[in-house]
């Protein structure tokens, strides 16, 4: 099958790959920062120019990237204005994890830690005691979630530190297995509509005089994935939930930090070659590979047992131009899942034996296997900065 031919004079090397953040400018450091300057132990202030609140909420906004953001000023008076200093707030992008996926991300937020120590570090990966592909997104097939990611989340270590504790979310996420290892700690408020949620959210950090609250707003990515960034439909959610960011922002009880970020941003991909390559229709990509795992721009290759090193070396004469391509242990040293030594043993192996993550506007399908997924018009996972950097907007009462 054709291969894409792209004007690169040579392959991608591990090394150019623009690593997240982590430990000083990423999602990771987001909770753990606020949290700390509330008082609660053992936690870092990572993020050194955010000043301490009583009370903070994060709303995340899932799939609004800090580029989205900076080419929709129109369509997002209230959130672009806080890309200045006009309402007193701050504005700056910040990276999420690798790869640049809800699952990980939201993981990511709700732990403090690096995927390669939380252990979701991916959209499907495989799990080590089964051998099967597992859905961290869908939490597919069942797999006991404290098993799988055994750490508190910062809300549960704030509550434990007596700070008053909420997420405000859509009902549907209340018991999911990813709500549980990502999120949980305090107490649960389901709500269906953006304006209850807002409503809600500053009630909760009224509650107490040190709140740590989360909400949550899920169609941006939606309409996305759908109709890609860009179209009418996506530009019509991002009218609605800055509508709903100035409704909370609006509502703070004094003494309050709302901070406003993202999972991950996205990039659309055209249909058709040489933008799209097709693995179920591929044999040179095929051979030797026992599972396909992660997402289009952001995959996990395992190898039958012994052919490892091969797969190496095809998918990187295949798409080297193209992707970033690397073996477990080097996309680990370059610190793709964060701090290498810190990569723990019940992790590794979810971690593909290849790793390869999309430089350019090229998507790796699998159109047999995954046929959802290789439909979609706007992608993310890569650490390009449209997927990787979201926005850290700050507004203060």
């Not at 999420?96 to 809800?102: D, L, R």
């Not at 055994?150 to 709500?179: C, I, K, M």
């Not at 058709?272 to 997402?295: K, M, N, Q, T």
Request: some cysteine; aromatic content about 8%; charged content about 20%.
């Amino acid at each position: 099958m054709a291969q894409p031919v792209w004007d690169h004079p040579e392959p991608l090397t591990v090394e150019s790959a623009p690593v997240p953040e982590y430990g000083s400018g990423s999602l990771a450091d987001l909770l753990p920062t606020l949290a700390a300057g509330m008082g609660v132990p053992n936690l870092a202030a990572t993020l050194t120019d955010l000043t301490p609140a009583d009370r903070n909420c994060v709303f995340l906004i899932d799939g609004l990237g800090w580029e989205q953001l900076r080419a929709h000023p129109e369509e997002a008076p209230f959130m672009s204005s806080l890309l200045g200093s006009s309402r007193g707030g701050t504005g700056r992008p910040i990276t999420a994890a690798y790869p640049a996926t809800t699952a990980t991300s939201l993981a990511t937020v709700g732990t403090g830690l690096a995927p390669g120590v939380h252990g979701l570090p991916g959209y499907t990966v495989r799990n080590p005691e089964t051998g099967e592909l597992m859905n961290q997104l869908r939490w597919n097939p069942w797999t006991p979630p404290h098993v799988w990611q055994p750490y508190p989340t910062v809300f549960e270590l704030a509550d434990r530190a007596g700070v008053h504790t909420a997420q405000v979310s859509s009902p549907t996420f209340e018991n999911t297995p990813l709500t549980k290892v990502a999120l949980s700690g305090g107490t649960f408020h389901g709500r269906l509509s953006g304006e209850e949620r807002m409503d809600l959210a500053a009630e909760q950090l009224a509650a107490g005089e040190r709140s740590l609250v989360y909400t949550y707003y899920a169609e941006v990515d939606g309409k996305g994935h759908r109709f890609g960034v860009d179209s009418d439909p996506w530009r019509g959610q991002l009218m609605y939930v800055d509508r709903l960011v100035q409704r909370l922002a609006e509502q703070l009880p004094p003494r309050t930090a709302l901070y406003i970020t993202a999972d991950h941003g996205m990039i659309d991909i055209p249909f058709g070659e040489p933008h799209r390559i097709d693995f179920d229709e591929d044999w040179e990509l095929r051979a030797g590979v026992a599972l396909l795992g992660g997402e289009g721009r952001a995959r996990h290759v395992y190898a039958v047992p012994g052919a490892a090193s091969d797969v190496l070396t095809c998918w990187r004469e295949v798409l080297g131009e193209q992707f970033w391509v690397a073996s477990r242990d080097e996309a680990i040293a370059a610190g793709w899942f964060g701090q290498p030594d810190r990569i723990e043993e019940r992790v590794y192996a979810r971690i593909g034996d290849v790793v390869a993550a999309a430089r350019d506007d090229v998507l790796l399908i699998a159109s047999q296997r995954e046929p959802k997924e290789s439909s979609m018009l706007g992608n993310h996972g890569s650490m390009t900065p449209a997927e990787q950097l979201v926005p850290l907007l700050e507004v203060r009462s």
